[in-house]
Structures are given as structure tokens and as C-alpha cells.
């Protein structure tokens, strides 16, 4: 069975910096490309940032390039995500999900649970 | 960037059928991918490549794809498929984004 459970959320300053982390089991995790979909209170899915299967490509959207790292431990079947310089904006639930890429598309087809993360003073 | 384009709700009687669409500058030309997320609950992922059904999900929903609007459609709907209902697809010009429509929530009347 597929499992993916995140961990690392919490309340944070604003500027501070906060690492989620999304523990993998039940498939190969080195087989699949990994991303991070976030939910802020009341709102719809933003999707945050993808890595491929050995780490050599990373994606990010606008909003957190140059403040949030995607990484990846094959060897402990682990997924990342390192967040500095938070804002009130990234304040949300943040959810691992396993990104199924076939040719011309992605998807996610299984998903965490979720971890919340506030940014507030 | 690519942009999609969902109703923010829809409502239907129980029995019915409901359609939620998703508009997009030709996004018949894109595979489209549909969420279901319950109050609380991560999303599941219900239709993708436009109208494929993972296992598990019940043949009630279905998807079609054309021009510019996808549409998701369930049939004898039920007060289980209240929910809120997302599309996705991935916007390949676009630094290998995946975008996310605005979301519908679904009610059953």
C-alpha cells in the first residue's frame, strides 16, 4: 500500500525558516518524480515544487524560487522541503504527492496527508 | 502562465447528473486530470488523461475533453460526492508547472 506521511509543520515567524519532510513506502520511491501541493486556509491547491526521480531537476513556481529547496533521499525513501524566508502568504497545509509523469502530462495520484504550516508573529 | 477556469460552485439534486467544467485556452490539446477533497481530506485524484478512471473510483464519474472546456461529470449523484472538485493539468512551456483550476464545490441538494 502506498504511503506517504509528512512531517515538520508547525507555527513559524515570519522571515524564519521551517524543513518538511514526506516519509514514502509501499512503492519505489527512486522511480518516481515528487512534489510538494499546498492548500492555504479556505483555498484551492497551488502546486509548490516537483524534483525528478535522481534530483537532478527541480521545479518551483514563482512565488518561492530563491526561498524554498526541493530535495530528496532516495536512500531513506524521503522527500524535502526546506523553506526560509517565510511569509503570512505561505501559511497553508503542505502536501506531499507522488507525480506520475508520462509523456506530455503529470499527475498526482497519491497524496499525504498534509502538514500545516502557519507563519505568524 | 496557463490558466484554468472553474465555476466556484455547482448544485444538483440527489439522482442527478452533475457537470462541473474547466476552461482553458485550447485545453483540448492538454490531458486533463480531475481531484475529489472532502472537508479535511487530502485530494484523491478520480479522473485522469481526461476521462480514465483509477481503480476504486466508480464508474458514476466520467470526463470528456474538447476546445477549450474539460468537463467532469457524475451521474446519480449522491450525497457522498459532495465535495470540492479541482482540475489539473501540466503546462509543459511553462517551467514544467502543474496548475491547478480555482476549484467547484459541489453540493447535493
Known amino acids: 500500500e502506498v504511503q506517504l506521511v509528512e512531517s515538520g509543520g508547525g507555527l513559524v515567524q515570519p522571515g524564519g525558516s521551517l524543513r518538511l519532510s514526506c516519509a514514502a513506502s509501499g512503492f519505489t520511491f527512486s522511480s518516481y518524480w515528487m512534489s510538494w501541493v499546498r492548500q492555504a486556509p479556505g483555498k484551492g491547491l497551488e502546486w509548490v515544487a516537483n524534483?525528478?526521480?535522481?534530483?537532478?531537476?527541480?521545479y518551483y513556481v514563482d512565488s518561492v524560487k530563491g526561498r524554498f529547496t526541493i530535495s530528496r533521499d532516495n536512500a531513506k525513501n524521503s522527500l524535502y522541503l526546506q523553506m526560509n524566508s517565510l511569509r503570512a502568504e505561505d501559511t497553508a497545509v503542505y502536501y506531499c504527492a507522488r507525480d506520475i509523469a508520462a509523456a506530455g502530462t503529470r499527475n498526482f495520484d497519491y497524496w499525504g496527508q498534509g502538514t500545516l504550516v502557519t507563519v505568524s508573529s | 502562465s496557463y490558466v484554468l477556469t472553474q465555476p466556484p460552485s455547482v448544485s444538483v439534486a440527489p439522482g442527478k447528473t452533475a457537470r462541473i467544467t474547466c476552461g482553458g485556452n485550447?485545453?483540448?490539446?492538454?490531458?486533463v486530470h480531475w481531484y475529489q477533497q472532502k472537508p479535511g481530506q487530502a485530494p484523491v485524484l478520480v479522473i485522469y488523461?481526461?476521462?480514465d478512471r483509477p481503480s476504486g473510483i466508480p464508474e458514476r464519474f466520467s470526463g470528456s475533453n474538447s476546445g477549450n472546456t474539460a468537463t467532469l461529470t457524475i451521474s446519480r449523484v449522491e450525497a457522498g460526492d459532495e465535495a470540492d472538485y479541482y482540475c489539473q493539468v501540466w503546462d509543459s512551456s511553462s517551467d514544467h508547472r502543474e496548475v491547478f483550476g480555482g476549484g467547484t464545490k459541489l453540493t447535493v441538494l
Open positions: 488523461y481526461d476521462s
Open positions: 485550447n485545453i483540448g490539446s492538454k490531458s
Open positions: 524534483i525528478k526521480q535522481d534530483g537532478s531537476e527541480k
